[in-house]
């Protein structure tokens, strides 16, 4: 299997970043010597991804800890900025506990004794708008607290920590809360925000990041009371590599001793990458992130036992009709949407959507994550008539989209390439429809640097180019994302089915 990248440079080195896919907001922690890794998942379903690796550079999938998104009918519909904001994992009293924001609802918690679950229903533990990025802290004295951060779009105010005194059980705050870190006061200071909280040589510490994505910086806080004052300082910035707005992140440290931290640089239509940098404690007593605080490019790997050269999963045979742990539905998923079947391929029903021309606005879309800078996407697809109108495809979705496949007209099944820009309403042919008698196509997208996308068909008589290229776009808070899809007009008669096979992302 070629994959489209690879970390482990297999020299005892590894290469940034450690997960070159859209890892947003990751938080990882330790349990014995094995490491789980979180990151945002936003309104997609099932959401909270959890990762395992044993050395930090090599990961895998192993499961969601939130089948659904909750309020549930909230989430019945794309809300692609909406739902599962920058969660915290912790492993505390034998259970593994997630806490994360709805910027739209409050603050979340799920906990289970297994990483793979089964997990708890989502227990609401704050309510309220602009409460994100909640952490907890559970202290040696029996003490547990909660920080979390605030979203101007929703509350009218950020740049603050808000803490708790919490329940030792995680499901209740045990007073209103205060500020404990008001960057307003700091000067140069601005979007504070993701932070997380530690404890280490008798200091409660914060480590939060601020500045923006784009370009910010990595922030450390200590206080000997979790409720401040706290003093600061800037621990991890871009400095002069290549490496904008070092952001959100988290310190794990090894069973040899060694201390790493992870952290995400947005990298635009290929979403929030996630680095890993060595860290050590200076003499001072505050931490020294990457190399003097600048992020490395390759770094020997933590010690520890040689692993196996791994990444998440990206390639899919869908085993009797099902799909792998790398993919999503941009909502809650619905009983009939696909179908279970003895053999290979993924049989997606033609959904009939309101809508069902605009993409950004189809809740039965199964989508991925871009794995690399430069790849090639393909997969084999069969329309199975239908209604006319029907249509199923493979798309790079975004503020932007474009999609290429198959639709049934009044005179058979034909190829279609169409697109639509960021403010469009309605698509527009990338280029003229051709006939596909066969109702079968293999279908490519190859992707190069600056996420440029050229789409190619075989519909029988070899690899034909189709359109201009086109470049991928971001959604506000996500990378953009490859997706399947079938749908069809309203309508009473059958609306018809896709067979999507052999899903494959090479270098």
């Known amino acids: ?145 909660l920080v979390h951060a605030w979203a101007r779009s929703r509350a009218g105010v950020n740049n603050r920590l808000t803490g708790h005194r919490m329940s030792s059980d995680g499901t209740e705050l045990l007073d209103a809360g205060r500020v404990i870190i008001d960057a307003d006061t700091l000067p140069g200071w601005f979007t504070l925000e993701g932070p997380k909280a530690y404890r280490r040589d008798g200091w409660f510490w914060i480590l939060a990041p601020a500045g923006g994505v784009e370009s910010g910086w990595q922030g450390a806080f200590r206080s000997r009371d979790f409720f401040g004052p706290y003093e600061e300082r800037v621990v991890l910035e871009q400095g002069g590599t290549a490496v904008n707005g070092p952001h959100q992140g988290a310190w794990v440290d090894t069973p040899s001793g060694e201390d790493w931290f992870l952290h995400f640089q947005a990298r635009g239509a290929y979403g929030r990458v996630v680095h890993l940098q060595p860290m050590r404690w200076a003499a001072d007593g505050w931490p020294v992130l990457g190399d003097g605080g600048q992020p490395v490019a390759v770094h020997a790997k933590p010690k520890g036992e040689e692993q196996p050269v791994e990444a998440p999963a990206t390639d899919d045979d869908f085993p009797g009709g099902r799909f792998g742990r790398q993919w999503t539905w941009t909502a809650n998923p619905r009983p009939g949407w696909t179908t279970a079947h003895g053999g290979d391929g993924l049989h997606l029903a033609c959904s009939r959507t309101t809508g069902s021309h605009d993409l950004r606005t189809v809740p ?98 070899g690899p034909q180019a189709s359109g201009p290229v086109f470049t991928a776009r971001p959604w506000r808070w996500l990378g953009a994302q490859l997706g399947l899809f079938a749908t069809a007009p309203p309508g009473r008669s059958p609306a018809g089915t896709a067979a999507f096979d052999a899903f494959r992302i090479t270098s």
Request: proline share 8%; aromatic share 8%; charged share 20%.
């Open 364 to 461: 039965a879309v199964l989508v991925q994550r871009l794995p690399a800078e430069s790849c090639t996407v393909t997969v084999e697809l069969t329309l199975r008539p239908g209604t006319p109108g029907a249509r199923a495809g493979l798309a790079v979705l975004g503020d932007a989209y474009a999609w290429i496949g198959l639709e049934q007209s009044a005179h058979g099944i034909r190829l279609v390439h169409r697109f639509a820009e960021s403010a469009a309403t309605a698509e527009r042919d990338a280029a003229h429809p051709r006939p596909a008698p066969d109702g079968r196509a293999l279908l490519r997208i190859e992707i190069t640097p600056d996420a440029r996308c050229r789409f190619t068909a075989d519909t029988g008589g």
């Open 1 to 145: 299997m070629t994959r489209a990248w690879t970390a482990d440079l297999g020299d005892g080195t590894y290469r940034n970043p450690v997960l070159n896919a859209d890892w947003p907001d990751p938080d990882v922690i330790r349990v014995g010597d094995d490491y789980y890794l979180t990151a945002s998942s936003f309104g997609r379903a099932p959401g909270l991804p959890v990762l395992h690796s044993r050395d930090l550079v090599n990961w895998r999938i192993v499961g969601h800890a939130l089948d659904r998104l909750e309020p549930a009918a909230a989430f019945g519909v794309p809300r692609h900025d909406g739902g599962v904001w920058a969660p915290a994992l912790r492993h505390h009293h034998n259970r593994f506990w997630i806490f994360w924001g709805d910027p739209d609802t409050g603050i979340f918690q799920v906990n289970a004794e297994d990483v793979r679950g089964p997990w708890t229903r989502p227990h609401l533990l704050k309510a309220g708008r602009g409460l994100i990025d909640p952490c907890p802290l559970w202290d040696a004295d029996g003490s547990a607290y």
